[in-house]
């Protein structure tokens, strides 16, 4: 739809360079522009700002993803130079600054497939739950408990914010600091369900994720797989898994959750872990 609003400034070869280069969060639009597109980012933005009637503030993504937060900057190109909104999905609401800590509208297929797992009773932890989009979800129709642990004090503290604003049956706790300290200071051995959703470094947190989990509880092990063929990728990270796994885990089930790159996809491994 984006594209289309560009195709009176852009040529369509120019149109074409920004295939699944945008993203609108709430009243925010953030596009990402190819080097040889940059000096036209100002019409850019501009035409996005007129056309679009539900955007206030259009960014030029200056940065990959990066860092512990997994944060990226952000440099204005038109409109109102703020980076809070609030986003909506499937009955939440959620407060989202779009520059100080990691959100992406991209995941919602995988956390609707997550809050559709958890159920009543249950214990989550989500060592890495940013503003607490998976975590809110889950706890919205189902009387959960969900920790929602971040490193970075802004995600936190949305996160807060985020569980006092929504009407959720369960109950969203956040908690600021790093995964493994806090499961080993507070959450040893109380979790049904382990959410990982740090890909790029699952398998340093594996053991922190086990400390954390009851017998028999499950874990969503997120990874990075290049694989030749999409198909493939999911039984890839299986033998990922299996390969860093020193548990007795069965597998039930693995997919393709999103691509992150020419022949690389994230991917998710759901196991069951016995301890006995
Ligand atoms: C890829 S983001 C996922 C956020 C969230 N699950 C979501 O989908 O919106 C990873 C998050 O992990 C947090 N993080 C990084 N290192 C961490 C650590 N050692 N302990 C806890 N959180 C951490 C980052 O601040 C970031 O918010």
């Keep these: 739809m984006l594209k289309r609003v560009l195709q009176d400034v852009l040529s369509e070869e120019e149109n074409e360079q920004l295939i699944s280069a945008f993203d609108q969060i709430g009243d925010i639009i953030i596009v990402r522009i190819p080097d040889s597109l940059v000096s036209k980012k100002q019409i850019i933005g501009k035409t996005l700002l007129e056309q679009v009637s539900t955007a206030n503030s259009i960014f030029y993504q200056s940065s990959p993803v990066e860092g512990d937060y997994r944060t990226r ?62 975590s809110l979800l889950a706890a919205k129709n189902t009387s959960c408990t969900v920790y929602n642990i971040d490193l970075n004090p802004v995600a936190a503290q949305l996160c807060k914010e985020n569980a006092q604003i929504n009407k959720l049956k369960g109950e969203v706790i956040s908690l600021n600091g790093d995964a493994t300290k806090v499961i080993n200071e507070q959450l040893t051995g109380k979790a049904d369900r382990i959410l990982m959703l740090l890909p790029e470094r699952s398998d340093e947190f594996l053991d922190s994720a086990l400390n954390g989990l009851k017998n028999n509880g499950v874990i969503h092990y997120y990874s990075h797989m290049h694989a030749d063929k999409k198909q493939d ?9 299996m ?31 016995s301890k006995s």
């Design 243 to 273: 390969s860093v796994n020193k548990t007795n885990a069965e597998i039930i089930t693995s997919r393709n959750v999103r691509p992150v790159g020419p022949r690389f996809y994230q991917t998710v491994v759901d196991v069951k872990i």
């Design 233 to 241: 990728a999911p039984k890839l990270s299986e033998e990922h898994f």
């Design 73 to 134: 900057k952000l440099e204005v190109i038109a409109g109102e130079d703020k980076t809070q909104t609030e986003y909506k999905e499937n009955g939440c609401r959620f407060i989202v600054d779009v520059e100080k800590a990691f959100f992406s509208p991209r995941l919602s297929t995988e956390r609707e497939r997550i809050a559709g797992l958890v159920k009543d009773g249950e214990v989550m932890i989500n060592m890495f739950g940013g503003v607490g989009m998976f």
